[in-house]
């Protein structure tokens, strides 16, 4: 039973870890992220010594009438992962400054959710549905990164559309995150999402509609969805006869990147991506980061929706792998446990130096970061608040 189970959580790692960017170190530098000015300021920089158009931030404000033109149609993407772009020799210009992951000044818990997706050009026709994104004021907003061309469609105004050719998905994730933090309103929850995700609900109502509705009820730090993991982890629990669960959800160590929401209180300590280790394998270089970052500084505190199933089927080719050197875990962890409360850093560096001496695959069958209750509705949001449970 035991090699069953570590072999079905090797299998849900391989899935979990698609797309990835390795966590950045606190010092974390702008002028080696990989992302171009243009894309959240409107003027031009250089881009890894690419070829690459200059980059154009719009903002949908009215409608152009009909979509049917070449620039305005919906391209249907098929998926996120776009062409692996080579790094410079040297760190990419970025005369910016990095976006402060501060609040300007004291903001209160806001309820809108903002959306942050990757796509070819425009987003896919199934996200322009009145049940899921076409249907603006109700509490939600969206920010697309096109990484092939333009989208010229603003036939919805909620949508802000911004173009990079010279991303990777790591760096994509990186122009959202600087384009939300950009903006002067506060959002309760910032979810990235690949453009090729469905969301289905086991009541057969709207899932998007009572995904966003669960957040703004329960709060926790991370969200996600992933059915295949909510049930590796209740056979956990079973097995070790862990008690509690929350209704409709359940804690987790290991999640997957197609659908993450962060609490506004929660995403500074997560993101930016680091694309340190971009070339060798997308895998590591996000998720994997993301994981670990989450259990170190909010463990107890990361859930599944386990009445809201997310699934994606294309897959395009890019730079993966799951060869985790020391040196990569070493790099996700370094300076974690400085971000959590003094009282708390033994327990966090605990955690730390499990990463760090243990097989990934063995911690995430044994760790009893699965055994905690998950968080009661509005817990407290604090890093290291559960580290030494």
Same mark, same amino acid.
């Given at each position: 039973a035991v090699k069953f189970a570590y072999i079905a959580l090797s299998t849900t790692v391989l899935s979990c870890l698609l797309y990835s960017s390795v966590m950045p170190s606190f010092k974390w530098d702008a002028s080696n992220d990989g992302v171009r000015k243009t894309a959240v300021g409107g003027k031009e920089t250089t881009c890894a010594k690419s070829k690459c158009d200059v980059v154009t931030s719009t903002r949908n404000r009215s409608a152009m009438g009909s979509?049917?033109?070449? +620039?305005?149609?919906?391209?249907?993407?098929?998926?996120?992962?776009?062409?692996?772009? &080579?790094?410079?020799?040297?760190?990419?210009?970025?005369?910016? @400054?990095?976006?402060?992951? !501060?609040?300007?000044?004291?903001? @209160? $818990?806001p309820s809108n959710i903002l959306y942050l997706i990757q796509t070819e050009q425009c987003i896919p026709p199934y996200f322009k549905l009145n049940?899921?994104?076409?249907?603006? +004021?109700?509490?939600? %907003?969206?920010?697309?990164?096109?990484?092939? %061309?333009?989208?010229?469609?603003?036939?919805? @105004? *909620?949508? !802000?559309?911004?173009?990079?050719?010279?991303?990777?998905?790591?760096?994509?994730?990186?122009?959202l995150f600087k384009a939300a933090m950009n903006r002067k309103k506060a959002y309760l929850?910032?979810?990235f999402m690949d453009d090729d995700i469905f969301l289905e609900d086991t009541s057969h109502t709207n899932p998007w509609r009572k995904y966003e509705n669960f957040l703004r009820t329960v709060q926790p730090a991370i969200s996600c969805v992933d059915p295949e993991m909510a049930?590796?982890?209740?056979?956990?629990?079973?097995? *070790?006869?862990?008690?509690? %669960?929350? +209704?409709?959800?359940i804690g987790t160590l290991w999640f997957d990147a197609i659908f993450n929401a962060f609490h506004y209180k929660a995403i500074r300590h997560i993101i930016?991506?680091?694309?340190?280790?971009?070339? &060798?394998?997308?895998?590591?270089?996000s998720q994997m980061s993301v994981i670990i970052r989450s259990e170190v500084l909010f463990r107890g505190q990361v859930v599944i929706h386990t009445e809201v199933s997310g699934t994606n089927n294309n897959h395009k080719r890019y730079p993966r792998g799951l060869k985790f050197t020391? !040196?990569? =875990?070493h790099h996700m962890t370094e300076g974690l446990d400085r971000a959590v409360p003094v009282d708390r850093a033994e327990c966090a560096n605990a955690i730390i130096q499990q990463w760090r001496t243990t097989d990934i695959r063995i911690h995430g069958l044994t760790t009893p970061t699965y055994c905690?209750?998950? $968080?009661? @509705?509005?817990? %407290? =949001?604090?890093?290291?608040r559960y580290a030494c449970a």
């Open positions: 979509t049917s033109s070449t +620039n305005g149609t919906p391209s249907g993407s098929k998926g996120t992962n776009r062409r692996r772009v &080579k790094p410079s020799s040297s760190p990419v210009t970025a005369t910016t @400054p990095h976006v402060t992951t !501060q609040w300007h000044k004291p903001i @209160p $818990p049940d899921v994104f076409g249907s603006p +004021n109700l509490g939600y %907003e969206i920010i697309v990164l096109s990484f092939k %061309e333009a989208c010229l469609d603003t036939s919805m @105004p *909620h949508v !802000q559309y911004l173009l990079d050719r010279c991303t990777t998905w790591t760096t994509g994730r990186n122009v929850y910032y979810v049930r590796l982890v209740r056979n956990f629990r079973v097995k *070790h006869k862990c008690s509690g %669960e929350g +209704n409709g959800y930016p991506y680091d694309p340190t280790f971009d070339q &060798k394998t997308w895998w590591a270089s020391r !040196q990569m =875990i905690l209750p998950p $968080p009661s @509705p509005h817990d %407290e =949001i604090a890093p290291g």
